[in-house]
């Protein structure tokens, strides 16, 4: 069976669909296009404490799937790493510690935001708050 034109997906889907977009780093304007919806809703959706949480939680699924892949490949890159180290020019080798140094910032936490929509919900309250205390 064929995959419905855009516009034809039920609105449940093409919520989902916007999340795995926007998880995954694509624009407003990217995700809008391929599903016939306007920016305008999408930034609605953002305001949603039930769509953010979505969100989060699919942005933390897609970087958990990737450190997962990057775990796998780590020791083969480590080791390629290390053999430019020991066998490569000296400049190579000063790049290769340096790169190796370098990455071992990957384990830092990254800030996305919470899945509760409750939170959310006070988050935007607090901003909204802010924004209009904003002289």
């Known amino acids: 069976m064929d995959e419905p034109e855009p516009g034809e997906y039920s609105p449940a889907v093409t919520r989902e669909m916007a999340i795995e977009m926007l998880a995954q780093g694509s624009s407003l304007s990217a995700v ?3 599903l016939d919806i306007n920016r305008t809703t999408l930034y ?8 953010v949480a979505e969100l989060n939680a699919a942005k ?7 450190k997962a892949k990057a775990r796998q490949l780590a020791a083969q890159a480590i080791d390629k790493i290390n053999n430019l180290m020991e066998n490569g020019p000296e400049k190579i080798q000063l790049e ?5 140094l370098h990455v071992g ?3 830092k936490p990254e800030e996305i935001g919470s899945t509760d929509p409750a939170d959310i919900n006070h988050e935007l309250r607090t901003k909204a708050h802010w924004y209009r205390s904003d002289p």
């Open 44 to 51: 609605r959706w953002l305001h949603d404490p039930h769509f």
């Open 32 to 34: 809008a296009r391929p």
């Open 96 to 100: 290769a510690a340096k790169y190796l």
């Open 105 to 107: 910032e990957v384990d």
């Open 60 to 66: 933390k699924e897609c970087i958990a799937l990737a």
